[in-house]
């Protein structure tokens, strides 16, 4: 069999490790040929590949970002001055006169949205979840976050010093749009007073009376958690009406720290690593038994797949009920509700 890899969306720690984890599967174990095709989809309306051989898939598991580089390239939306219809049939013909198989594709919620796309215009393709925000549905969790998670605790944990000796408010935020796992994973991890996520909500008032309460015991230094995605009045960025509300009604003095795209960059975490690699091995198997059209997840500590058309539109969000949510609370952590 003849494989294509391709990775789409933001990069991620561990999306090497997985192109490794397949390309190296496919061609020890099953005796297949593998291409890496670049820069997302883009790559198969162009054409634009490599062969892969051991050698080319050496030394890259610890590397962070993709060697096949990456695009938000949505194939079948208009881009590349192309018109929809024609790109599917450009799309269908170089998949054939490439010689494929099969195309797997590493990447988010709109990655495994393209390639079930992809598996209705007749492709066979299997998915592979990654993103550091944690919230591909269907897969309890994905390579990235648990890199992210340890970047963002390191970074809230250097914050604390500052806090305390300057009796300050630190604002923290962390990357999230929609799902706020890693506010709530680095926030409770890094010992934060607040943690705020997109999906539950917060009052202000409850987050300042919170911060006054712990001034007035004697502690008027307080870490807040936020996610990027967290809603806030007349379009303001989230971490400036935070940060500028709390000094306003408490009085102390408050600063901003975004961490940004640090979060993504960067060697994978030895957690990551493994979980990559066996989420790629696994994706060569399926393709071997010609299981197609699924995409490959975790079940707590198992691997498993899951249909790509189960998995497309959906987002997997942080819900109030979640243990460590519960938890804080329990230990007076505000969660702005
Ligand atoms: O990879 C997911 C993510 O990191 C989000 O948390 C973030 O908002 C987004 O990507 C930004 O990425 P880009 O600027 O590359 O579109």
């Known amino acids: 069999m003849k494989i294509g890899i391709l990775s ?16 190296k599967t496919a061609i020890m174990h099953y005796n297949m040929e593998v291409i890496g095709i670049h ?13 892969f051989d051991e050698q080319t898939l050496s030394g890259i598991l610890n590397l962070g970002g993709t060697i ?49 796309v992809l598996v209705n215009l007749g492709l066979n393709v299997i998915g592979v979840p990654k993103t550091i925000d944690n919230d591909i549905w269907g897969t309890d969790i994905t ?15 250097r914050l604390h ?14 990357m999230g749009h929609h799902a706020g796992w890693i506010a709530l994973y680095a926030g409770m991890a890094g010992g934060a007073d607040v943690i705020l996520l997109p999906e539950l909500g917060y ?14 015991k004697g502690k ?13 009045p007349n379009r303001k960025r989230p971490v400036d009406y935070i940060t500028k509300q709390i000094e306003a009604v408490t009085g102390i003095e408050t600063r901003e ?21 066996r989420l790629g091995g696994h994706a060569t198997e399926l393709i071997a038994n010609k299981q197609f059209g699924r995409m490959v997840c975790m079940k707590g500590d198992t691997v498993e797949s899951i249909p790509l058309s189960e998995v497309a539109g959906k987002l997997k969000l942080v819900t109030h009920e979640h243990d460590l949510i519960k938890q804080g609370e329990r230990m007076g952590i505000s969660f702005g509700k």
């Open 39 to 51: 820069s997302g989809f883009s790559g198969i309306i162009e054409k634009d590949i490599q062969e």
């Open 68 to 116: 096949l580089g990456t695009s938000r390239e949505k194939p079948l939306r208009k881009q590349l001055e192309i018109p929809e219809s024609e790109k599917a049939e450009i799309i269908r013909r170089n998949y054939k006169e490439l010689g494929l198989d099969c195309v797997v594709c590493i990447g988010g919620n709109g990655t495994q949205k393209t390639a079930n």
């Open 161 to 174: 010093s500052t806090a305390s000796s300057h009796k300050r408010v630190m604002v923290v935020e962390v």
């Open 220 to 232: 008027p230094y307080s870490i807040v958690v936020i996610a990027e995605g967290i809603d806030s």
């Open 143 to 157: 390579f990235g976050f648990d890199t992210a998670v340890n970047i963002a605790t390191g970074a809230i944990d």
């Open 203 to 216: 009052d202000m008032e409850i987050v300042t009376n919170m911060i006054w309460e712990r001034a007035k």
């Open 257 to 277: 720290t975004v961490l940004g795209y640090i979060q993504r960059g960067g060697n994978p975490s030895p957690f990551d690593r493994n979980l990559a690699t």
């Open 8 to 23: 789409s969306g933001g990069d991620c720690p561990g999306i090497n490790a997985t192109i490794r984890g397949v390309g």
